[in-house]
């Protein structure tokens, strides 16, 4: 079992030294400037987390099974999720990754997030 967990404005990491979530590791520092993350193991074993860096991005950092993390690679901008029903996106923030198999069987990863913006036009 392992965990990732915020403090402060750095991400930290823990493994289940029994394997039973009762006794822990001591956290080691995972990723700095880094918050609200969304850790998930890949298909093929590979720790990835997905979080807000500084710039209000959301991140995903692939790493090791040590949970040592890679250079990010930024996976949704605010200007990239808005839509014309919902335009002027200005926020990301609490991602959530779920695996899944899609309809054919592959294995996929489905991104949920929170967004501030322009939900949609006036109304009465």
Do not use: C, K
């Not at 995972?30 to 998930?40: D, F, I």
């Not at 605010?78 to 592959?106: C, H, I, M, N, R």
Request: hydrophobic fraction near 45%; proline fraction near 12%; charge should be negative.
């Amino acid at each position: 079992l392992a965990m990732i967990f915020a403090e402060g404005a750095s991400l930290f990491a823990a493994r289940s030294s029994d394997g039973s979530g009762v006794v822990w590791s001591a956290p080691t520092p995972a990723l700095p400037n880094a918050r609200q993350p969304s850790l998930v193991v890949a298909a093929d074993g590979t720790p990835l987390v997905y979080a807000v860096d500084p710039d209000g991005n959301l991140t995903r950092f692939s790493g090791t099974p040590e949970l040592i993390f890679s250079t990010p690679l930024v996976a949704l901008t605010p200007a990239s999720a808005a839509t014309p029903l919902w335009p002027d996106v200005d926020a990301l923030a609490s991602p959530f990754v779920e695996p899944y198999l899609d309809a054919d069987g592959s294995p996929r990863l489905r991104l949920w997030f929170a967004g501030h913006g322009t939900e949609s036009g006036p109304s009465t």
